[in-house]
């Protein structure tokens, strides 16, 4: 009963930055599932007030009516007025389609797929630093460590010698996660883009992200630096934190289901349907808003125009009318058309590196630590925000021997 009233207070005015909701799996889904049953559209009081859409078809419509539903004014619940808008994710067509344009080819799963070596060759040589102690903190030894060394390196063509700097650079921001020291790491961080950018101006070109920014233009106007770093900024912020916390979601799983590990690592279980699950079950990236351009009826309420609308995937990706038994990871649901990525106009640009870095991140655990384990004793801490965030997951597994990768620069 107690239980009850504790979910229904957490329902009734919402708030996605609840360290209750961060800390407690349990209590988060089942807030996100009675916000989809008792709406599938609330109202929240927090956060000067916002709406909540929570069923599945209801948020396809938002997503796709972007006309209605607009990102222009920020993609986060609040909105933060210190942080500058930043594109393609805050961007509403047409413009946003130029975004695309410039960045999409660099984004294709093809043109993503020539990273694959490179990404073991990382991850390999980071799982060398642990493998003989047969223990570690995933997330901080490896996940935070992994995804940024790869964005920065594969992603954006940043050199070996500059790594760490950036590395630490995005450490700091994530660490001052909501408190008022970030907005001053952000300010490094655009520091930081702005050498990287002119210095690679005068640079060969590499044909990669930075280039396709450096040359890229929106109406055939060439980008300005400001826009640059801020898309700059924009891809290692939305690329970090989601994909890292997608390996300590991964490696949860494993540790909890020794047969998974074993299936994967003996390719019974096809790895890419198993990631695609668990993104779904595990909805990292949970919500994200809009702001309503006129009055609109969706899901039996009426909102009115100039609204913030949060969009809550999580609750869509379990939607029982859409994946029976959502709890459950199944590879072999017939339709995963799930929203972990999100869809429509501003469907993650960056899925099909997040996937390949995860499926690189998923063999490595299952084949180097297939008795993965949690350490006794020892909880997972996690981090309030609109990312299921995990920042520390110490683990125990059988050490085995290095495979003598040279050393990663990312620490
Ligand atoms: C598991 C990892 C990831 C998850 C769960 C995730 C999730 C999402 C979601 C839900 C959206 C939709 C935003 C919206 O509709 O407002 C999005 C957009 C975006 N993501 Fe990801 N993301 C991941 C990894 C990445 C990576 C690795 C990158 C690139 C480095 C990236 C870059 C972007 C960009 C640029 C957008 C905006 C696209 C647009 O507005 O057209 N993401 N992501």
Known sequence: MAIDAKIHRLVE??????????????????????????????????????????????????????????????????????????APIEVDPPDHSDWRRILNPLMSHAAVSRHESAMRRIASALMDEFIEVGECDLVKDFAERFVPGALFELMLGVPGDQLPTTHALVQSFISSAGRSSQQEAFTQLTMWAEQFLLWRKEQPERGDVTDALLRGDVRGVPLTMDQMVSTLVMLVLAGMETTASGISHIAQHLAFDPELCRDLASSKAQTDLVIDEIMRRESVSFGLARVTTRDVEIGGQLIPEGSRVFLLWAAANWDPNVFPTPERIDIRRPRNKHLAFGTGPHKCMGQHFAKL?????????????????????????HQPGLTRVTRSLPVLFRPTRRLGHPKVLTK
Do not use: C
Request: aromatic share 10%; hydrophobic share 45%.
């Open 13 to 86: 005015n919402f708030d996605p930055w609840s360290i209750e909701l961060a800390n407690d799996a349990e209590l988060f889904w089942a807030v996100i599932n009675g916000i989809r049953e008792h709406g599938p559209v609330l109202y929240s009081e927090r956060h000067g007030g916002f709406w909540v859409i929570a069923g599945y078809d209801e948020v396809l419509r938002a997503t796709k009516d972007w006309k209605t539903f607009s990102s222009a004014q920020g993609a986060a619940v609040p909105a933060n007025p210190d942080l500058p808008k930043l």
């Open 357 to 381: 870095l995860l499926k690189v991140a998923t063999t490595e655990i299952a084949t180097r630590m297939p008795d993965l384990q949690l350490r006794p004793g020892a909880a997972a801490e």
